[in-house]
């Protein structure tokens, strides 16, 4: 069955410090994956995703098709960055598509 | 000003009565959504319609119903029947369901659903 896992429930790191939230998926398809954010009494918004190979607000993430992990990472926190992050997956049931999600992580950036 | 709106905010219901959430879009989006948010669960996909009059369950739809008699609209009924209702809503809307796999999905500001 399709799945998105976020081992992590909550990740907390110093301003400055790396940061690495984890993401792993289950699906036989090619997959399409990304990240979205939702900051504190905002709406849930994307971040980035894997086909634009980009980087938004100083964050990265490269799908590692042999071990299935889109892994979000940033070099530098910075308090700002302290959101829920979910990894995201669209996949194709048949004719359907649909966008499942996993459980989230809450990153809180301390100063 | 186009973009996804929910409403209303919050919204309270006696148990076993049945509550509508409304959800509009004006992107002119053919794909509509609806996902549950509970703390620690993420976000569960409850229906999702790719186009006017058709909709699909998905993972979580016992004890829920929608409709889409028009493009920008997909509202959501809580029934009786769902055990759990007290949660937090969300809507969201992409460009196209199928075919467009890479797309933004747009989120509404979500509805608090409270059971008394």
């Known amino acids: 069955a399709q799945r998105v896992t976020q081992p992590e429930k909550l990740l907390s790191v110093f301003k400055g410090a790396p940061v690495e939230l984890k993401c792993n998926y289950s699906?036989?398809?090619?997959?399409?994956l990304f990240w979205y954010v939702q900051y504190s009494r905002q709406r849930l918004q994307l971040l980035l995703r894997?086909?634009s190979r980009e980087s938004i607000k100083g964050f990265t993430a490269d799908l590692n098709k042999g071990e299935t992990s889109f892994h979000l990472k940033k070099p530098f926190a910075q308090e700002e960055d302290s959101a829920m992050y979910y990894c995201?997956?669209?996949?194709?049931?048949?004719?359907?598509?649909?966008?499942?999600f996993g459980k989230g992580t809450l990153l809180t950036v301390n100063p | 000003d186009g973009g996804i709106t929910q409403s209303p905010k919050y919204l309270f219901r006696k148990e076993g009565q049945n509550v509508t959430l409304s959800c509009e879009q004006n992107?002119?989006?053919?794909?509509m959504y609806w996902y549950r948010q509970d703390p620690g669960q993420g976000l569960r996909l409850i229906y999702y319609?790719?186009?006017?009059?058709?909709?699909q369950k998905g993972d979580i739809a016992e004890g829920y119903s929608v409709s889409r008699e028009k493009k920008e609209s997909f509202p959501l009924t809580v029934t009786s029947a769902q055990k759990n209702p007290t949660a937090f809503y969300l809507c969201?809307?992409?460009?196209?369901?199928?075919?467009?796999?890479?797309?933004?999905?747009?989120f509404g500001q979500g509805t608090r659903l409270t059971v008394v």
């Open positions: 995201a997956l669209w996949y194709s049931g048949g004719s359907n598509y649909k966008l499942t």
């Open positions: 894997h086909i």
């Open positions: 319609s790719q186009i006017v009059n058709d909709f």
């Open positions: 992107l002119n989006h053919d794909a």
């Open positions: 969201a809307s992409s460009i196209e369901g199928q075919g467009f796999m890479n797309t933004e999905a747009f």
């Open positions: 699906y036989s398809g090619s997959p399409e």
